[in-house]
């Protein structure tokens, strides 16, 4: 199984990154899948998440409007487009794949990726 995100960068505030997530070795169209973040000196923090069947989306407060997953089932890969990023958006962000049905606890996904680092400052 693996899981590899990539798309991190530097970015300055107001401006937009999109971070690919693409899978294999299980099968994705079964899986729901969420990103994630870590911020420096900070815990885990869930920030969106989709069904695997694309039909249902979900957003952390601190994201909603900024942020927008996406999948493509036949790409095996999962998408995060990230809009007017603040400096506190800066943080490792890791995609994560959930049997079934997703969660907003990341300890409840069966799969993480590495991360990619995404900094936001001007």
């Known amino acids: 199984v693996q899981l590899v995100e990539s798309g991190g960068g530097l970015a300055q505030p107001g401006g937009s990154l999109r971070l690919p997530c693409a899978a294999s070795?299980?099968?994705?169209?079964?899986?729901?899948m969420s990103w994630a973040r870590q911020a420096p000196g900070k815990g885990l923090e869930w920030v969106s998440g989709?069904?695997?069947?694309?039909?249902?989306?979900y957003y952390a407060d601190s994201v909603k409007g900024r942020f927008t997953i996406s999948r493509d089932n036949d790409k095996n890969t999962v998408y995060l487009q990230m809009n007017s990023l603040k400096p506190e958006d800066t943080a490792v962000y890791y995609c994560?794949?959930?049997?079934?049905?997703?969660?907003?606890?990341?300890?409840?996904?069966?799969?993480w990726g590495q991360g990619t680092q995404v900094t936001v400052s001007s």
């Open positions: 989709i069904d695997s069947d694309g039909g249902g989306t």
């Open positions: 994560a794949a959930k049997y079934f049905r997703g969660s907003y606890d990341p300890g409840e996904y069966d799969y």
């Open positions: 070795g299980f099968t994705f169209s079964n899986y729901a």
